[in-house]
Antibody, heavy 122, light 110 residues
């Protein structure tokens, strides 16, 4: 069965970087993508970006353009999300989700990871 | 980018039907039929309940249905059950291959 397993909770200081992993299984990694979504405490879902499992092409939400890096490791079918220059308002649960594309539109998000809490505090 | 607009809360009694709206622009909801709806219980990951406006993934109850008109999509929950009490989010693809979520709606079963 399709599974996305994320790495554990992180505690960081302002200015630090964090890398969250999303290990996938149960499907062919290269024909789907991975989207990253975050949710601040008590807030809604926020799209961050997505990466293709086929050619590592990425699309990022403009507000994260200069401090977000998404990568994949096809040998382990794992996606990574790195966010740099962390601020207190980056405190959130970060989710990964498998993307089904249609003409490079991220059309279906059927399977999700369990979420990773990233806390940023001095 | 601006989130899609949803009502903050909707409530209904068991057995009733409720509808949640999701309003965007002609650059997202109005552009394609790539509108999805998610259900999220507290402390859990979102669960896909509708995609492509009105298609249900395998295993999702037929009590969930969707539609779209112009720049507004809607989710209807029929025969409301206590287990339907949750947060609901719409989402849509944008013309730029990016993605946007709705502001979220809390459904309360009275």
């Amino acid at each position: 069965q399709v599974q996305l397993m994320q790495s554990g909770a992180e505690v960081k200081k302002p200015g630090d970087s964090v890398r969250v992993s999303c290990q996938t299984s149960g499907y062919m990694f290269s024909i789907y993508g991975v989207m990253w979504v975050r949710q601040a405490p008590g807030q809604g879902l926020e799209w961050m970006g997505w990466i293709s499992g086929h050619n590592t092409y990425t699309e990022y939400e403009q507000k994260f353009q200069d401090r977000l890096i998404m990568t994949t490791d096809t040998s382990t079918n794992t996606a990574y999300m790195e966010l740099t220059s962390l601020r207190s308002d980056d405190t959130a649960v970060y989710f990964c989700a498998r993307v089904t594309f249609s003409d490079w539109y991220p059309r279906i998000l059927e399977y999700w990871g369990q979420g990773t809490l990233v806390s940023v505090s001095a | 980018q601006s989130a899609l607009a949803q009502p903050a809360s909707v409530s209904g009694s068991p057995g009733q039907s409720i509808t949640i709206s999701c309003t965007g622009t002609n650059n997202d909801i109005g552009a394609y039929n790539y509108v999805s709806w998610f259900q999220q219980h507290p402390g859990k990951a979102p669960k896909l309940i509708l995609y492509d406006v009105s298609h249900r993934p395998s295993g999702v109850s037929t009590r969930f249905s969707g539609s779209k008109s112009g720049n507004t999509a809607s989710l209807t929950i029929s025969g409301l059950l206590a287990e339907d009490e949750a947060d609901y989010y719409c989402s849509a693809c944008k013309r730029t291959n990016s993605h946007v979520f709705g502001t979220g709606t809390t459904v309360t079963v009275l």
